[in-house]
């Protein structure tokens, strides 16, 4: 009998394995959701659903808060009734991973501001810390939380660290300043790994934390 070579996705060997999908949520009111959602399309075992609503953001597993404009999302997220309901969602364990103007919604404090968004993680950020989007660049560095590869980090108006709380876990310093970190079920970073082909953060994110 001849053997014929199949030619199964990722996606079908991994549901055929008996898998449940992971339903990965990108919050889709503004910023960088198609470039998240593309790259977790290339992560088995993940189904992408991008968040607008209430009903959406209670069906999924997990959640990214995407690169943008923060004070734009911010506004969003209180017009279209998500702000509470998404504090809810974190405070009762749901993992949650901020990329840049999403570490600043995170933060329970932005310089120079004297309210913050969702204001659940213990951090305090510096908003456009490296000045201009003309001054955006791009490094290469190892995060041994997530591989032990260099990955490729990209800084466009991006923020810092300045102050973390005592549970709060840097991930990665450059120059003194803290540009990832984590606490329980929260990560944030302040480059953008969905604007990169390299997909590490994002399998860690959905299938290590
Ligand atoms: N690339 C980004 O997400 C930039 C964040 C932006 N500077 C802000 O404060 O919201």
Redesign the pocket.
């Known amino acids: 009998m001849d053997w014929k070579l199949i030619d199964w996705t990722a996606k079908n060997a991994w549901l055929i394995e008996g898998g449940k999908m992971k339903k990965v949520g990108v919050l889709a009111l503004q ?2 959701v198609e470039e998240h959602i593309s790259i977790l399309k290339k992560i088995e075992g993940i189904e992408p659903i991008k968040v607008k609503t209430r009903e959406e953001l209670m069906e999924v597993d997990r959640l990214i808060i ?8 911010g506004k969003l997220l209180r017009d279209f009734n998500l702000l509470n309901p998404l504090v809810d969602r974190i405070k009762d364990g749901m993992p949650v991973w901020g ?4 570490m ?1 919604l995170l933060a329970k404090k932005i310089e120079g501001s004297p309210e913050g968004h969702l204001m659940v993680m213990d951090i305090q950020v510096r ?2 810390a490296y000045g201009r989007q003309i001054y955006s660049f791009m490094i290469r560095k190892v995060i041994p939380e997530f591989s032990n590869e260099k990955i490729p980090l990209i ?5 810092y660290i300045t102050e973390i709380g005592k549970n709060v876990t840097p991930l990665l310093e450059l120059d003194g300043h803290i540009l990832a970190a984590k606490q329980e079920n929260m990560l944030a970073t302040s480059f ?1 790994p969905e604007l990169t082909n390299n997909t590490v953060v994002h399998d860690y994110f959905c299938n290590k934390m």
């Not at 990329?99 to 999403?102: R, S, Y």
């Open positions: 910023g960088s995407p690169g943008g404009e923060s004070t734009t999302m990329t840049c103007a999403g600043i908003r456009n800084f466009i108006r991006a923020p953008h």
